[in-house]
Each structure stands twice: as structure tokens, then as C-alpha cells.
């Protein structure tokens, strides 16, 4: 199993530059691709898509073309813009005719290097230039996760401003001692929530609630934060075709930081959730996830906020990111059909009117129970592959463990106050108070008089 750690780079103003040579090199052969697929077209020629074809095409172009790009980093631009090209001619072909072929440029393109181009080094990397050029060593700010010898590939890249190394290793799945690991005969159901990131119910009554409150909290602080940071420069903004003033590059470099902080903040938290469930499953020796699948209510139009909320809650991240998990753990991960299954009754079958708070109460039958564990219960109980329909008997959970995702978070702390404002006491007095106006200033000449005695002596 690939898995895959993005690890920061510590960089000279040099070093720095050389990167963001790379990257923007590889953007040019984007550009390029795309320029003689525009030509191609015009002339009714097939435009290039396959991986051997373009590479050809650069080898045609002859070393030197991309300034320090070496060809290994320019043909895994190649790879990446083939990728891009298929997927979407298979996503047409099934009937998505909204899915387009790559068209945009991009100023700087991610580069990636495969096993034997690179070298790691501890916390140094040697990254590949083109031949004649002098090596480039990089720092990692931290070690990298996986043993030397596991490690498959790395790609350069930039996210908010800084400059990333993610380096790619080739994990094996965990081995369990004899009757300690995953049982496939014990299944857990897992619901997808926006409150709880995952509710899990277990085989024999075990359940796991994560929650991710602070999550959301940061979504809605974020949100609130870079609102008021738009309103507040909006005037700087430069017309269309007018370049931006030194403060306003200023203000769009902070906010790019801003931003990848927040994303940074997001993804440790849901990896942190996910780690959790995972845990808790091998514990319980649970050997197949069901996950209700709830991607269906994307394309739904639901408004302009509650598409929002749709949106901030990236269900697709949090399916990946359990089912890496889950895999590499020895567990398995099956999608299985979600709907109805938090308004329906688990103890009678019948439709519940949608619940308002946590707690599902059934008017037929008098049950009551925790909304996002019976639904969990119920998807345990479903088929992959099957029908909406839950005929099984449904296993409540009793023993619930809760746990919280992004503890870290600013947000998360017991306080309501928002910990990016500075407390109270500093933040009463900005600038120098102006000093109370002296008595008997009414008039002009008064003011007059005052303003002249508190000039000093050969100021104008
Ligand atoms: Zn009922």
C-alpha cells in the first residue's frame, strides 16, 4: 500500500528560488502541452494524450528547454497531464459531459521524482536538476515517516506560499499475532456526519462517537475571519488589468498563509478522527467497515449555506482517509447504500419524522436513542450492493466511547472566545491615547492660542 507525508522544506532565499524555478519550469511544459494541443486542434489534428507520445514530443524539444527541470520531472508532468486527460475522457464517456479535458494554465505544477533520482539523506534531500546544473540539497523540517528504503517517490510542490515535499513510501499491511487481528465475521457500521465526522457501532453492542465540533468551529471562524479581512481591504483592490499596490501583494501573501494554515488545521484534525475509528476497530476486532454512503446529497442544490456546510464537511476526504487507514490495518471498507437510515426506527422499521436535535425519538414505538449511532447500527446491518432497506435486527449500541477530533484546534478549548484576538487587557489601548483637551478651547482663537503654546520652539 502506497501511503503518502507531506513534510515542509527549510530553504535558502536561494534554495528557495531554484524550487520555485522548478515549479514554475513545470508549469511552462504544461502550458506547452496545452499550446501544441491548441495548434493540433486547429489543424483537425488528435490532440496528444497518451504518456509516450508526449514524451516523445519532449524529447524532440532537446535538453535545456525547461531552464533546470530535468527530464525525469518534466515527463512526470507529462504523466500528470496524461492522467488528467483520460479521467476526464472517462468521465465523459460515462455521461458526465460536464467533465472537461485539462485546458488551464497553471503558473507553478507540482514535480515529482521517482526511486533512484532522488537522494534522502536523514532530514536532507538532494532534488534533481537537469544535467550540468549545480545539485540542489534541501532540509526537511522534519523526519521523514516511513524507513529510506520504503520510500517510492517525492513531489515538489507549493501550498500557500511554502514550499512542500510529499514523500511517497510503499507501507506493508500490519501483521497481527495469531487470534489478535481483524475478525472478518465482525462488522461495524459507520455513519458520516458533519457533528460527528464518524459514529460507529460495533458488533456486540460497542459504539464510538467522534466529535467534530471543533472542526466546525474553525470552518465558522475561518470563514468569519477572512470576511472581515475582505471588507476591510476590498477598497486596495486593483481594478482588472491594474497591478496590485505593495500592500495589497502584502495583504494576498497573508492571506495565502492564512488560508493554508486553516486547510492544514482541517486535514490534521479529520486524520486525527480517522485514526481514532481505526484504533478503536482493531480494538473491537472489527474486520469489515460498512460505511453509509451519503455522496448522493451532493448533487443536490440545498441552498446557498447549507451548500456551504456540504462542502466544508469534504465526505470524499473523510472516506479516503478512513479507508487508507482501514486498509493498511488489515481492515476492509464497504460502501453500502445510507439512505433512510437515520429516519428510520431500528426497533420498528417505520419512517420517523426527521429528528431536530441528537436524539431520535420513534412516535410509533417509544424507542429513543442517539440519531447518528442508530444510523450507524442500521448500515451495519445493510449489504454492499444492496437495497435501502434494513430487515435485520438492528444491535444498539450501550457502551459508547466519545472522543473529540482536532483537540488542538483554537477553537476546541473550553472557552467560546476566539483565540486568534489578542485577551482584554491588550487589546483596550491601540495606539497612543490622544491627551484630554486643555480647558477653555471653545473658540478659534482660543484654539489658536492653545496650538501655538504647545509647539516647541522652532517647529513650523
Ligand atoms: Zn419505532
Not at 111 to 140: E, M, N
Not at 197 to 216: C, D, F, K, N, T
Not at 257 to 263: A, I, K, N, S, T
Not at 278 to 303: C, E, K, N, T
Amino acid at each position: 500500500m502506497h501511503r503518502t507525508a507531506r513534510v515542509a522544506l527549510r530553504v535558502t532565499p536561494g534554495q528557495r528560488r531554484r524550487c520555485f524555478g522548478l515549479l514554475r519550469s513545470a508549469g511552462d511544459v504544461w502550458a506547452c502541452v496545452l499550446e501544441v494541443n491548441g495548434w493540433r486542434r486547429r489543424r483537425r489534428h488528435v490532440p496528444l494524450s497518451g504518456y509516450q507520445e508526449l514524451c516523445r514530443e519532449l524529447a524532440a524539444s532537446g535538453p535545456g528547454t525547461f531552464a533546470e527541470l530535468d527530464s525525469v520531472g518534466a515527463r512526470s508532468v507529462l504523466r500528470r497531464f496524461s492522467d488528467a486527460w483520460f479521467a476526464a475522457a472517462k468521465r465523459r464517456k460515462a455521461g458526465y459531459v460536464s467533465a472537461r479535458f485539462p485546458r488551464r494554465r497553471r503558473g507553478l505544477v507540482p514535480v515529482r521524482w521517482y526511486h533512484g533520482t532522488f537522494t534522502l539523506d536523514g532530514r536532507r534531500v538532494r532534488i534533481p536538476t537537469a544535467k550540468g546544473t549545480a545539485s540542489l540539497w534541501v532540509r526537511l523540517a522534519r523526519e521523514v515517516p516511513y524507513p529510506a528504503e520504503q520510500v517510492r517517490s517525492v513531489t515538489l510542490l507549493c501550498e500557500g506560499g511554502r514550499l512542500f515535499l510529499d514523500v511517497t513510501a510503499e507501507v506493508p499491511v500490519v501483521v497481527y499475532p495469531p487470534g489478535e487481528g481483524p475478525d472478518p465475521g465482525r462488522v461495524a457500521g459507520v455513519d458520516l456526519g458533519i457533528i460527528h465526522p464518524y459514529a460507529v457501532a460495533g458488533p456486540a453492542g460497542e459504539g464510538l462517537l467522534v466529535s467534530g465540533r471543533a472542526i466546525r468551529a474553525e470552518h465558522r471562524m475561518h470563514l468569519a475571519d477572512t470576511k472581515a479581512r475582505r471588507r476591510a481591504v476590498a477598497r486596495r483592490a486593483p481594478r482588472p488589468g491594474q497591478k496590485g499596490s505593495r500592500r495589497w501583494r502584502k495583504y494576498r501573501r497573508r492571506a495565502r498563509l492564512v488560508e493554508g494554515r486553516h486547510q492544514r488545521r482541517v486535514r490534521q484534525a479529520q486524520h486525527e478522527a480517522g485514526r481514532t475509528v481505526v484504533s478503536w476497530a482493531v480494538r473491537q476486532r472489527v474486520g469489515v467497515l460498512h460505511v453509509g454512503d451519503p455522496r448522493g446529497v451532493l448533487d443536490i442544490d440545498a441552498g446557498r449555506r447549507h451548500n456551504l456546510r456540504l462542502r466544508q464537511w469534504q465526505i470524499g476526504r473523510l472516506l479516503q482517509i478512513l479507508t487508507d487507514k482501514a486498509t493498511l490495518a488489515g481492515i476492509a471498507v464497504r460502501l453500502v447504500d445510507e439512505r433512510g437510515t437515520s429516519s428510520t426506527c431500528p426497533a420498528c422499521h417505520r419512517r420517523v419524522p426527521k429528528p431536530r436535535g441528537r436524539t431520535l425519538s420513534c412516535p410509533h414505538c417509544r424507542f429513543s436513542g442517539h440519531r447518528d449511532l442508530v444510523a450507524a447500527a442500521s448500515i451495519a446491518t445493510r449489504t454492499p450492493g444492496g437495497g435501502p432497506t434494513t430487515v435485520a435486527t438492528v444491535v444498539l449500541p450501550q457502551v459508547v466511547t466519545h472522543r473529540r477530533a482536532g483537540r488542538h484546534l483554537p477553537g476546541a478549548g473550553r472557552s467560546r472566545r476566539d483565540p486568534r484576538r489578542p485577551p482584554r487587557a491588550a487589546r483596550g489601548s491601540v495606539g497612543p491615547r490622544r491627551p484630554a483637551p486643555p480647558p477653555g478651547g471653545e473658540s478659534l482663537a482660543q484654539q489658536a492660542r492653545i496650538h501655538n503654546t504647545h509647539r516647541k520652539p522652532g517647529e513650523r
